[in-house]
């Protein structure tokens, strides 16, 4: 029984070592400023302090990947939520939303917010400046529903 524990060690990591070499990809797409939602929509700098700091890293062309995203197979979790959350909202590509997509982001920004559900505990976990504070939270709804409401004059449904 001793023997056969020994083997599974030595055999987890040799696995462990070899999936090392299996790594992620962490180019980022150019960003080009006049698509991106902070130069388009021009916040107050503490919003954009806010959302560059808590929502960029998973929703645009900017991810600053952790050290912890060179450890496979923390890598591959970290690089497919990356992906998720830019399929999802990418503000690096904001302009190519048309009004009605650019809205329906919006909306779902602040409910997200909201409800708590952004940034996710699991970013927040490893990156505490992400989370946001009651104050923080209150703040970024109220511009993101006043966005909302001045790009909604002349969109139809």
């Known amino acids: 029984m001793k023997n056969l524990k020994k083997k599974i060690g030595v055999t987890l990591i040799v696995l462990l070592i070899v999936i090392q070499f299996f790594r992620i990809d962490k180019t980022n797409p150019e960003v080009v400023l006049k698509n991106d939602f902070i130069a388009i929509q021009n916040p107050p700098e503490k919003i ?26 923390v890598s591959w979790w970290v690089k497919e939520h990356v992906e998720d959350g ?13 009004a009605k997509k ?3 982001k919006l909306e779902e920004m602040y409910e997200e917010v909201e409800e708590n559900e952004m940034p996710l505990s699991s970013y927040t976990l490893m990156h505490g400046e992400a989370e946001l504070s009651e104050d923080d939270k209150k703040l970024l709804i109220n511009w993101i529903k006043s966005v909302r409401k001045s790009n909604l004059i002349g969109v139809t449904n």
């Open 48 to 73: 954009a302090k806010i959302l560059k700091t808590s929502c960029y890293d998973c929703h645009s062309n900017e991810t600053a990947y952790p050290w912890y995203s060179n450890i496979a197979p």
């Open 102 to 104: 650019a809205d329906h």
């Open 86 to 98: 830019k399929k999802h909202l990418n503000f690096s590509v904001w302009s190519s939303y048309n």
